[in-house]
């Protein structure tokens, strides 16, 4: 698998990672399955590459590597302190009553019997705050559920917090789950999505981060374009995002 780097120097590596690639082993992918961190070490040649934060397995896009020990941790502690902007993109069913808004809706840790099967499943719920703003909308002549037809945004979100799959969380409470999330998603619609424009992904990108290098100090702002085929499905429901 050909991985897209988006920047490189000798501390860091932000890469344009695929939906679908685990970012580490995990207790339940098969032994053999490639991985994020996996195939950067093979590509550099080197064990001595450290994670700084995390994407999901389903979403993709931007997502940042560290080269040398001290300086990620540095990183480490800029996502910790919320020092860092990230910006993500994402397709959701309905349309928005607001053009833009805040989610503050603390989430409880989740539970992974597979990743912690001895972890407590008795935990306090912890901040979680999501701003978001509507892209654009667009209305499909296609039925579901009760409806002749059905309405869709894609929203720019932008998470304060870092909590596990926080923004498919929140956009689910808000009642807009992303289209294609098998998790927290909406059943019907996703299989709208397979069966009319092969979707079978979840349409969630990081699209950009923004942060003061740990060493340079410098403002980086690092953008990852749209996948090809997030861009043919936009055209194919008729989004126009100018």
């Excluded at 407590?120 to 579901?144: C, G, M, R, W, Y």
């Excluded at 709208?192 to 079978?200: A, E, K, P, T, V």
Aim: net charge neutral; hydrophobic share 35%; with cysteine.
């Amino acid at each position: 698998m050909q991985l897209s780097i988006l920047f490189e120097d000798d501390y860091l590596i932000a890469v344009d990672k695929p939906s679908g690639l685990l970012v580490h082993p995990s207790w339940i992918s098969k032994p053999d399955e490639p991985t994020l961190m996996g195939l950067l070490k093979e590509h550099y040649q080197s064990d001595k590459l450290h994670t700084i934060h995390r994407l999901d397995r389903a979403t993709s896009g931007v997502m940042l590597v560290g080269k040398e020990l001290e300086s990620s941790k540095t990183m480490q502690e800029q996502f910790q302190a919320r020092g860092v902007k990230k910006e993500y993109e994402c397709l959701v069913r309905g349309w928005f009553s607001e053009p833009q808004g805040r989610i503050d809706h603390a989430l409880v840790p989740k539970y992974d019997k597979y990743a912690d099967p001895l972890a407590s499943q008795d935990k306090e719920a912890k901040e979680a705050v999501t701003d978001f703003e509507v892209i654009a909308q667009t209305e499909l002549d296609i039925p579901v559920g009760r409806y002749s037809t059905s309405r869709y945004s894609l929203v720019a979100c932008f998470p304060h917090t870092g909590r596990k799959h926080q923004i498919r969380r929140h956009m689910k409470h808000h009642l807009h789950p992303i289209i294609g999330d098998t998790k927290y998603g909406e059943g019907r619609h996703n299989r709208m999505f397979r069966d009319h424009f092969n979707l079978h992904r979840l349409v969630l990108m990081a699209r950009s981060i923004q942060f003061s290098h740990p060493v340079t100090d410098e403002l980086m702002t690092i953008h990852a374009d749209l996948p090809v085929d997030i861009e043919r499905l936009y055209e194919a429901i008729g989004l126009n995002k100018s």
